[in-house]
């Protein structure tokens, strides 16, 4: 079983800048392909960012691409989403989410995911 828990999220004026983090437990992170989504209110959850086990491959949404940036450090078992230039568009619960994979394979499917964290609310203000 993986836990996975979000940091980092709170209240920005548009046009700056957080970084959220997700701590995932177990031995094994770096077998673990891991994304990021986010839910805004009355919509549905969508995808932002992925990257592969080893972080050799990252996929972005375009709505945040050339914004975010994603990446991983297995040392700490940690991958982190890089927001910069928010805009209000950008507000909603970000979710952390893990799958144990061995394929490389860059996963933009929420259904391809196993283990999520409770989300962090990031709010942008216009």
């Known amino acids: 079983q993986v836990q996975v828990v979000e940091s980092g999220g709170g209240l920005v004026q548009a046009g700056g800048s957080l970084r959220l983090s997700c701590a995932a437990s177990?031995?094994?992170?770096?077998?673990?392909?891991m994304g990021w989504f986010r839910q805004a209110p009355g919509k549905e959850r969508e995808f932002v960012a992925a990257i592969t086990e080893s972080g050799g491959k990252i996929y972005y949404a375009d709505s945040v691409k050339g914004r975010f940036t994603i990446s991983r450090d297995n040392a700490k078992n940690t991958v982190y989403l890089q927001m910069n230039s928010l805009k209000f568009e950008d507000t909603a619960i970000y979710y952390c989410?893990?799958?144990?994979?061995?394929?490389?394979?860059?996963?933009?499917?929420?259904?391809?995911?196993?283990?999520w964290g409770q989300g962090t609310q990031v709010t942008v203000s216009s």
């Open positions: 989410a893990a799958r144990s994979d061995y394929s490389n394979y860059v996963r933009i499917l929420a259904r391809d995911y196993n283990y």
């Open positions: 177990g031995r094994t992170f770096t077998s673990y392909a």
